[in-house]
């Protein structure tokens, strides 16, 4: 009942203001479970999807987005509830990972739509990563369900990483064939498997948004990318140290 209240007003709100065109609608099967495996460009990745499907599709989304006091605490739970966000708690021993695939395989195992971001993150730079050979392949593996590749387009664009006002214009979805791994359900303890699985998917992600693939996880490209920002600014600063230095000697030859 939220649900369908929070779609049509969400999703008829994004689909009148953007106008995201679509291609591949009927590679969703109209019912039982399938796994939707998308690139991650923005925040709004997760909302516009659901926005162009006809069935509810849920994502995961960190437990603190629901359980926040007060009454901004209150209403943000029940947005992300109404667009078919699922909690997951981060603690325990191995954190979010379990957590999300436990949930995965709850939806999955109650006929839905699961949808998830193999990178694990949004991509620092529109480029796309080497997907995670956990969350994804491991729900496919356990259930059995087919995974259906998907491609955000421009969504970066309309709202980049800390921008929060989203600029209007058009991102386009396009939605793959689905692919089959059942030969391989069972086998979701074995890291080759699950790591074949993985880049097959990513590989179908790749020609449906025509991004360059970079063989790194996307962590890691954040995480030197925030070095190498670093570094330049250390650089600027010891520059700026030394032109200041150096003013101050010529200043003090000139006075004598």
Not at 9 to 25: C, D, H, N, Q, T
Not at 34 to 42: R, V, W
Not at 57 to 83: D, M, N, Q, R
Not at 211 to 216: F, G, K, L, S, T
């Amino acid at each position: 009942m939220i649900y369908g209240a929070m779609k049509f007003s969400i999703g008829g709100s994004l689909k009148l203001a953007f106008r995201p065109w679509v291609e591949g609608l009927e590679n969703i099967p109209e019912r039982g479970p399938a796994i939707l495996a998308s690139n991650h460009l923005s925040f709004s990745d997760s909302f516009f999807l659901p926005a162009v499907l006809d069935r509810k599709v849920t994502f995961i989304a960190k437990a603190e987005y629901f359980t926040s006091p007060g009454v901004k605490g209150k209403l943000t739970a029940a947005f992300f509830k109404g667009v078919g966000q699922l909690p997951v708690d981060r603690s325990g021993a191995r954190g979010a990972g379990e957590a999300a695939i436990r949930a995965g395989i709850q939806v999955i195992e109650s006929g839905n739509l699961f949808g998830i971001y193999p990178e694990g993150t949004r991509s620092p730079d529109g480029r796309l990563y080497r997907g995670k050979p956990g969350g994804l392949a491991r729900v496919a593996l356990a259930t059995g369900a087919p995974v259906i590749p998907v491609a955000m387009i421009d969504t970066e664009k309309i709202q980049p990483p800390g921008q929060v006002v989203p600029k209007l214009m058009r991102p386009g979805i396009r939605i793959g064939k689905p692919l089959d791994f059942s030969r391989y359900q069972g086998m979701d303890g074995d890291r080759f498997i699950l790591r074949s699985v993985t880049d097959e998917v990513m590989y179908e992600i790749m020609k449906l948004s025509g991004q360059e693939y970079v063989d790194i996880y996307a962590t890691a490209a954040k995480r030197q990318i925030a070095d190498e920002a670093k570094a330049r600014a250390e650089e600027a600063k010891r520059e700026r140290k030394q032109a200041a230095a150096g003013n101050g000697n010529g200043t003090e030859r000139s006075g004598a």
